[in-house]
T-cell receptor, first 112, second 112 residues
């Protein structure tokens, strides 16, 4: 069963606006990751945040993690049309090494 | 540096046919895995391997076999294809020390 669930399922914004996607998960984790998938392509790793971190930045990306609420958010600032993609959160599968379980994703459309 | 290479990119099978999806990585990663992606379901783990000669089942292993005879290759076998196996299949690899997954571009399989 899926551990993470993204919200919203779809998001449409104008170029230059900020996009916020949320992820909720069910069990305790030691890290949470965000991935991006362009249409018809494989997933690409964006950022990993560990359970002892509350916030992490990478370029225009800002990820937060609230372990007490079992939730994370991904903020993309000053969005561009090229940011149009699906975004997935992923958490470690119990007792399966580095394997991950993924949520259903948020489809982001950035209009020029 | 090719990363993770999957073949074929597209395949159409008839119910009951068998086939193998190939996956190769040139990053000397210890971990390799196969996921399937269905609309609205995110990615689900089929099988994974933590090293040559070692494989284990993921979330949805039924109907699939894997083997890992070398570090580089991790083929996924469908012994008797069923329409429920129509999906996009992704191979991924990762280093032992890192949780980040590197994905191939996917193999789109249709079973009629």
């Amino acid at each position: 069963s899926q551990q993470g669930e993204e919200d919203p399922q779809a998001l449409s914004i104008q170029e230059g606006e900020n996009a916020t996607m949320n992820c909720s998960y069910k069990t305790s984790i030691n890290n949470l990751q965000w991935y991006r998938q362009n249409s018809g392509r494989g997933l690409v790793h964006l950022i990993l945040i560990r359970s002892n971190e509350r916030e992490k930045h990478s370029g225009r990306l800002r990820v937060t993690l609230d372990t007490s609420k079992k939730s994370s958010s991904l903020l993309i600032t000053a969005s561009r049309a090229a940011d149009t993609a699906s975004y997935f959160c992923a958490t470690p599968l119990y007792n399966a090494g580095n394997m991950l379980t993924f949520g259903g994703g948020t489809r982001l459309m950035v209009k020029p | 540096n090719a990363g993770v290479t999957q073949t074929p990119k597209f395949q159409v099978l008839k119910t009951g046919q068998s086939m193998t999806l190939q996956c190769a990585q040139d990053m000397n990663h210890e971990y390799m895995s196969w996921y399937r992606q269905d609309p609205g379901m995110g990615l689900r783990l089929i099988h994974y391997s933590v090293g040559a000669g070692i494989t284990d089942q993921g979330e949805v292993p039924n109907g699939y076999n894997v083997s890992r005879s070398t570090t580089e290759d991790f083929p996924l076998r469908l012994l008797s294809a069923a329409p429920s196996q129509t999906s996009v299949y992704f191979c991924a690899s990762s280093r032992l020390e890192s949780g980040e997954l590197f994905f191939g571009e996917g193999s789109r399989l249709t079973v009629l």
